[in-house]
C-alpha cells in the first residue's frame, strides 16, 4: 500500500529534556490514523515537527514522497486544538481569506463545505457571533478548502454536541475513502476506535502501542474476562486485578494465565452465572499501558 507519511527515529528534547525519543510510524494513503497519548506525551511535539513548525533534533520525517519544502505545505490540512479565528471577520469573508493563504484552486469548494456542515445559513455572520462548536465546525472547514491530500486534525471533536460529532465523523471517513491520509489525535478513546484504521500511542515520549485497533484490543483482550456471580469473591491465583461491582467484575489476568483455570477455581468460589472473555476497550488499553510505564 502506497504510504503517504513516513517517519523514521524522530527525537526531540527541551534543554536537555527528551520530549520525543525515537519515533517511527508510517500513514497509508487514504487510511484514518490515531495519534494518542495522555497529556504531555508528545503528541503536539510530533505534530508540529510534522508541520515543519520545529525541526527534530535527528531523524526523517517524509510526506507524499518528499521532504517538507514550501509548495508541500500547501498539500497539506491543519485543524489546530486551539482555534484561531479572526473574530470581527464573517464566516465567508474568514474562508476565503485562509483560503487564499493556502492557494485555493475553487471558491466553490467554501459554499460546498458551509453545505455540508450545515453552516451556509451563519455565512455572512461574523465569527464573534458563533457558538464555539459553529466556530468549531468554522476551523475544520478552514483546514479543507484548499484540497489537501494529507490532513492534521487535533482534537476535531471539540466544543461539538452529539449530532455534530456525527456529522464530522461521517465527513472525515469519507474523505478517507476520497483518497484523503488523516491524522487524528484526540483524547476520545471511542471515537478513535469507530474511525481509525490505526493508531500510534505515545507515552513520556516513546511509543508503546502501534497496529490496527482491531489486532490492539485482540492482543490485550485474552487477559479480560466479564463475571456475572453470586457468592463472595477473594484472591484468584492467576488474576492480577479485580475491577469488583457487587454480583458483576472485570477480571484482568495475569500474562500467562489460562481463562480456563481461572474459571474452575472461580467455580469451587462462588455460583457463575456468567464467565465471557471481553475485548477491551481501546480506552480501558489506553488507562492500562499508561498505569503500567
Known amino acids: 500500500m502506497e504510504r503517504s507519511v513516513e517517519v523514521s527515529h524522530l527525537s526531540k528534547s527541551y534543554n536537555g529534556q527528551s520530549v520525543v525519543k525515537d519515533i517511527s510510524f508510517n500513514i497509508s494513503k ?19 515537527m510534522l508541520l515543519d513548525i520545529i525541526r527534530p533534533d535527528s531523524g526523517e520525517i517524509r510526506i507524499l514522497n518528499d521532504m517538507l ?26 474562508l476565503l481569506y485562509l483560503g487564499a493563504l493556502k492557494n485555493m484552486k475553487s ?73 484523503k491520509t488523516i491524522l487524528i489525535s484526540t483524547h476520545m478513546m471511542d471515537q478513535v476506535e469507530r474511525m481509525c484504521d490505526r493508531i500510534f500511542m505515545i507515552h513520556k515520549g516513546k511509543g508503546v ?37 457487587g454480583n458483576y467484575a472485570e477480571l484482568i489476568l495475569e500474562q500467562d494465565a489460562d481463562p480456563g483455570d481461572i474459571l474452575k477455581i472461580l467455580a469451587s468460589m462462588v455460583r457463575v452465572n456468567k464467565f465471557e472473555i471481553s475485548m477491551p476497550s481501546l480506552n480501558e488499553i489506553f488507562i492500562e499501558v499508561v498505569e503500567g510505564t
Open 69 to 94: 519544502s514550501g509548495e508541500l505545505k500547501n498539500k497539506i490540512g491543519y485543524l489546530p486544538e486551539e482555534r484561531g479565528l479572526y473574530k470581527k471577520l464573517t464566516v465567508m469573508e474568514t
Open 107 to 179: 471558491k466553490d469548494r467554501v459554499s460546498m463545505f458551509l453545505d455540508k456542515m450545515g453552516m451556509l445559513p451563519h455565512k455572512d455572520k461574523k465569527i464573534s457571533e458563533l457558538s464555539k462548536g459553529m466556530q468549531q465546525k468554522i476551523q475544520l472547514i478552514a483546514a479543507l478548502i484548499h484540497d489537501p491530500e494529507f490532513i492534521i486534525l487535533d482534537e476535531p471533536y471539540s466544543g461539538l454536541d452529539p449530532v455534530n460529532m456525527k456529522l464530522v465523523k461521517d465527513l472525515i471517513i469519507e474523505l478517507g475513502h476520497e483518497g
Open 30 to 48: 487514504g487510511e484514518v490514523f490515531g495519534l494518542i497519548g495522555p497529556n504531555g506525551a508528545g503528541k503536539t511535539t510530533i505534530i508540529r
Open 209 to 245: 502501542l502501534y497496529g490496527s485497533v482491531d489486532e490492539i484490543r485482540s492482543r490485550y483482550g485474552k487477559n479480560t474476562v466479564l463475571l456475572e456471580f453470586e457468592g463472595e469473591l477473594k484472591n484468584i491465583p492467576g488474576v492480577r486485578k479485580i475491577n469488583n461491582s
